[in-house]
């Protein structure tokens, strides 16, 4: 079972930028994907998620309204979950990590997630 991010690059404030996470190896329909950033110094913390029910999803109130979290299936083996992230701004600054968590509404704290990818860098500059 593994989830591999990509995506991060170095862009302005106000740019648009789409990460995305392949899961493979496991039946990730089954799962909950979500996506954290953890920004130097500080703890990881949650930014969206999309539920295994329904694709419900849900957002920290800092990226409310300006990140998008979606998902496609490729013949029920390979699962990409991405996030489209648009008006970038500096405090978006992080390393962008894929989750996945067989609850359907799992805790927003990232210690209660079952699988994590690699991260991503994202970088915004002023």
């Known amino acids: 079972v593994q989830l591999q991010a990509s995506g991060g690059g170095l862009v302005q404030a106000g740019d648009s930028l789409r990460l995305s996470c392949e899961a493979s190896?496991?039946?990730?329909?089954?799962?909950?994907m979500g996506w954290f950033r953890q920004a130097p110094g500080r703890e990881r913390e949650f930014v969206a998620r999309?539920?295994?029910?329904?694709?419900?999803?849900?957002?920290?109130d800092s990226v409310k309204g300006r990140f998008t979290i979606s998902r496609d299936i490729h013949k029920n083996t390979v699962y990409t979950v991405y996030l489209q992230m648009d008006n970038l701004k500096p405090d978006d600054t992080a390393v962008y990590y894929c989750?996945?968590?067989?609850?359907?509404?799992?805790?927003?704290?990232?210690?209660?997630?079952?699988?994590w990818g690699q991260g991503t860098l994202v970088t915004v500059s002023s």
């Open positions: 999309i539920s295994k029910v329904q694709g419900l999803t849900y957002y920290a």
């Open positions: 190896g496991g039946h990730f329909s089954l799962y909950t």
């Open positions: 989750a996945a968590d067989r609850t359907a509404f799992p805790a927003t704290g990232p210690t209660t997630w079952d699988i």
